[in-house]
């Protein structure tokens, strides 16, 4: 039996990791498609960069609201229902997207597409865990988790390269183009995703509220008595902060740089999508030859912060995109290398909590990089913002050598 003969027969079968595979390839299909065109998008309509910044954030902060009541929903009524209702209500957002022209449709768009976010956020893992745990997998979920990864990042790449070249028809097409593969998600997930659900007895929205509640009173309490976890939920918050001029503003800077459309920037998506992989890759390779926590921090953020400068500072597009590549190395290397540094420090009886407090801080620091970077993208201009950005980035190098001196062995992994 050939490989693709299998694959039909295992989707026909439903068999988990087949299914599991083929949903979290649709959905970052789903949600990489205008990537590339998102912000020209926002421009064309006549929106300034705060008011498109400003969409963003709300993205933002109603994932912020959102992810406790759909969480709740996910374990009293199901993991699918969950699923289907990520691919439904992220349709719905795209396709008013597609359809509106002002700043109040897309704030509307933006809250239901971070309301469809959280309906999948853990739902589709935690029903991949519970469909084979006693099935042929045992023992192989972690195998699963991480090759998804694989085809998640490969359909986020491909769709980034085709929305490019939607973006040059029309640039409310990929949004348009989202929809539809989200319907086409929907229609899927009712028919391949089996799930024999027993609603729980217990689970309740007040309760999940409580636990929010819980989640940050518990965590400040012990970030106090841990100064490590401290500064390093400060960096959180600092570099994702400076981060958002540069998720904003590359698409409409790069394409006036060059004067090219935006087939140019899906290409330039998948040369950015590469570098991150490479400097995942990096930290890996780092970990295995245990490298110090020290002299990877310092390369991480040298990485981020110098090319983001130079780029800034390029008036010519090539060059500046090169920077701008290298940029995205780093940024492939602070995510892995974050975690691995937090989850050091973190007792295995608080992870959970803290990494969730952690998140929310770097989302309320997100936010507030948007609105700020906003203004001042409307005021002194995109590349002024870069510049600012990497100056940022490189304030977390003394951070680092200030607060986190450890004798040599403290730093090996």
């Known amino acids: 039996m050939t490989k693709i003969n299998q694959i039909k027969q295992n989707i026909k079968n439903r068999d988990p990791k087949t299914v599991y595979y083929l949903v979290v390839f649709l959905q970052n299909l789903a949600m990489s498609m205008m990537v590339t065109s998102y912000v020209l998008f926002l421009y064309s309509k006549g929106?300034?960069?705060?008011?498109?910044?400003?969409?963003?954030?709300?993205?933002?902060?109603?994932?912020?609201?959102?992810?406790?009541?759909?969480?709740?929903?996910a374990d009293y009524f199901g993991r699918k229902k969950s699923i289907m209702l990520f691919f439904l209500v992220w349709g719905i957002a795209h396709f008013i997207y597609f359809f509106s022209n002002s700043?109040?449709?897309?704030?509307?768009?933006?809250?239901?597409?971070?309301?469809?976010?959280t309906f999948i956020t853990g739902a589709l893992d935690a029903w991949l865990v519970d469909?084979?745990?006693?099935?042929?997998y045992v023992g192989k979920v972690d195998y699963i988790l991480s090759q998804a990864q694989v085809y998640g990042k490969?359909?986020?790449?491909?769709?980034?390269?085709?929305?490019g070249y939607l973006a040059t028809i029309n640039l409310a097409a990929p949004f348009l183009a989202e929809g539809f593969v989200s319907l086409f998600g929907l229609v899927f997930t009712l028919?391949?995703?089996?799930?024999?659900f027993i609603k729980p007895q217990a689970v309740n929205l007040k309760q999940g509220f409580i636990d929010t509640k819980n989640i940050v009173k518990d965590s400040l309490k012990f970030i106090v008595k841990e100064p490590t976890v401290k500064w390093l939920t400060i960096i959180t918050m600092i570099s994702w902060f400076a981060f958002q001029p540069l998720n904003m503003f590359w698409s409409p800077r790069f394409t006036n740089l060059g004067q090219?459309?935006?087939?140019?920037m899906g290409w330039a998506w998948v040369a950015f999508s590469l570098s991150l992989m490479l400097g995942s890759y990096l930290i890996k390779r780092f970990t295995q030859t245990k490298?110090?926590?020290?002299?990877?921090a310092y390369l991480t953020f040298i990485l981020l912060g110098i090319p983001v400068i130079i780029s800034g500072l390029l008036p010519i597009f090539l060059p500046s995109l090169t920077f701008f590549i290298i940029y995205e190395l780093g940024r492939g290397m602070e995510k892995p290398f974050m975690s691995i540094y937090l989850n050091r420090y973190i007792p295995s009886d608080k992870r959970a909590t803290l990494l969730s407090f952690n998140g929310m801080l770097g989302r309320f620091g997100a936010a507030l990089g948007l609105i700020v970077f906003g203004f001042l993208g409307k005021a002194i201009g995109f590349s002024s913002t870069w510049i600012i950005s990497g100056?940022?980035?490189?304030?977390?190098?003394?951070?680092?050598?200030?607060k986190f001196r450890l004798p040599a062995s403290g730093w090996e992994l």
């Not at 469909?131 to 042929?136: A, C, I």
């Not at 028919?191 to 024999?196: G, L, Q, S, T």
């Open 260 to 264: 090219v459309d935006t087939s140019v």
């Open 391 to 402: 100056f940022l980035l490189l304030t977390i190098i003394p951070i680092f050598y200030l």
């Open 191 to 196: 028919i391949f995703v089996k799930e024999d």
């Open 291 to 296: 490298q110090s926590y020290q002299k990877m």
């Open 131 to 136: 469909s084979v745990s006693e099935g042929e």
């Open 103 to 117: 700043l109040q449709g897309f704030i509307i768009a933006e809250l239901i597409a971070a309301l469809g976010i």
């Open 47 to 73: 929106l300034d960069p705060l008011q498109a910044n400003l969409i963003n954030a709300v993205f933002m902060i109603g994932n912020f609201f959102f992810e406790v009541p759909t969480g709740v929903y």
């Open 154 to 163: 490969t359909a986020f790449v491909l769709g980034g390269l085709i929305g």
